[in-house]
């Protein structure tokens, strides 16, 4: 089975073993891993999940 591959819901590249990214579970419905890489974090890039559509950061 392949290995899913862990990318920055804003930019889409890859984090694996990046410095400076961010994990969470979605702030309004908590269904969702929301991973942010330090570079979109640092330019405060939107996301939205893609469970309840809910968008940051706010």
Do not use: D, L, W
């Amino acid at each position: 089975m392949a290995e899913a591959k862990e990318v920055c819901i804003s930019c889409k590249k890859r984090i694996t073993n990046t410095i400076g990214t961010a994990r969470f579970s979605c702030p309004k419905c908590g269904k969702r891993e929301i991973i942010r890489c330090m570079h979109c974090r640092q330019i405060v890039a939107k996301y939205r999940c893609p469970e309840c559509n809910f968008e940051g950061p706010n």
